[in-house]
């Protein structure tokens, strides 16, 4: 595995990186303060705060108790909840670790049951969540990334102006926030303890959500890290766009085109995605973490997250946490010839990175 990382790395190791870097770097826009970033950001998605109304039933297992339920995040958005407690006599508060799954997925897929059984057995409470329109947040279940590929079709077409719905990604980082509103209500969270992570989907839900949250105390981005912006200027949009190939394809057949192309891939991406392209990219919203411990997962060969894109996001970062004095809590790990996937690796990492920021 090829591994970027700034704790206990040689001088000369950090040069190459820095080198490579700048060579990114200057393709990057010069976007907001990181102030205006998240100012913008909250406020594009501000919405009226309702009235969480929970409703949790409890199993004991061997050395876990489930809650299972829902809170609603918006007047008619009740959002399911797994949460996975770990059970310890002497222990009453525990870390949280909200970890998310990726396009099509659901909150009891087996990957992110792995991660939170993991967890339990260091400590840390999971919690899990269904995105909008998938897994339980569709009445008799959703059909994989179908319903979500519809709902991103009707907010293009959409003109609304009474209501915004960005159900692509936007929405869900909405969600998030409410999410941690909630926790930090109960008598078992740590609210000086929450982590956020996810894979693809979930990735990209984390940097837009935890970004701009500094409650969340450490972020871990499962092949998500890219940039927009350099996808669409350099033709490699094919792979984020096929995430909702339905959706672009409509799309470009109501705007008067035969195929997908990159006019129309901006028009859709303006529409449901305002700002992706800007200050709303990865590049730059990334930069809002620091100096809270970040672990970004990457692939050199993927096509979802193309890797010139990835390196300016690692640049930004690099810049910010270099300038923060902080670079010891940036670790950037990409495993050379693979493509979109989350693999065993990952996961191992991805649980000693919160044990090693949550537990101290």
């Known amino acids: ?28 826009p010069q976007y907001p303060p990181i102030e205006q970033v998240a100012r ?18 409890n199993v004991r297992m061997d050395f876990i108790e489930v809650d299972k ?3 609603y995040t918006e007047e008619t958005e009740k959002m399911p909840i797994l949460i996975y407690k770990p059970i310890v ?59 979500y ?32 509103d909630y926790l930090i209500t109960r008598p078992d969270v740590k609210a000086d303890r929450i982590g956020m992570g996810g894979i693809s989907m979930g990735g990209i839900e984390t940097w837009m959500a935890a970004s701009v949250d500094p409650r969340i105390r450490a972020a871990v981005l499962g092949i998500a890290v890219q940039s927009f912006k350099w996808s669409l200027d350099n033709n490699k949009w094919q792979g984020r766009v096929g995430t909702i190939g339905d959706a672009h394809k409509k799309a470009a057949h109501d705007l008067g085109d035969s195929t997908i192309n ?24 990334i930069r809002l973490f620091a100096p809270r411990p970040l672990l970004m997962l990457s692939k050199d060969k993927d096509p979802n997250n193309p890797y010139p894109g990835a390196q300016i996001g690692f640049a930004t970062a690099t810049e910010v946490y270099k300038a923060k004095n902080a670079l010891d809590k940036l670790d950037i790990e990409v495993q050379p010839n693979l493509g979109h996937v989350f693999n065993v690796k990952d996961m191992q990492l991805s649980i000693d990175f919160f044990a090693k920021y949550l537990l101290n």
């Not at 913008?40 to 039933?57: C, G, I, Q, S």
Request: charged share 25%.
């Open 69 to 71: 339920g829902s809170i």
């Open 262 to 285: 990159q006019s129309n891939v901006k028009a859709v991406w303006d529409k449901i995605l305002p700002g992706i392209t800007g200050e709303f990219d990865c590049p730059s919203m």
């Open 40 to 57: 913008d950001f909250k406020a594009l998605l501000n919405r009226p705060v309702v009235d969480f109304k929970p409703e949790f039933t």
């Open 149 to 180: 590929t519809e709902a991103a079709y009707r907010a293009f077409k959409t003109n609304d102006k009474t209501h915004h719905a960005y159900p692509f990604l936007y929405d869900t980082s909405y969600d998030l926030w409410r999410l941690v």
């Open 1 to 28: 595995m090829s591994k970027i990382s700034f704790k206990n790395k040689t001088g000369l190791l950090c040069l190459v990186f820095f080198i490579n870097a700048s060579v990114v770097f200057a393709q990057t």
């Open 89 to 147: 006599k002497s222990q009453s508060k525990f870390p949280v670790v909200i970890f998310l799954h990726g396009t099509g997925g659901t909150k009891d897929e087996g990957d992110i049951k792995a991660i939170f059984t993991k967890l339990a057995k260091r400590g840390i409470m999971g919690v899990a969540i269904d995105a909008r329109y998938h897994g339980q947040r569709i009445a008799g279940g959703a059909h994989g990334s179908k319903e």
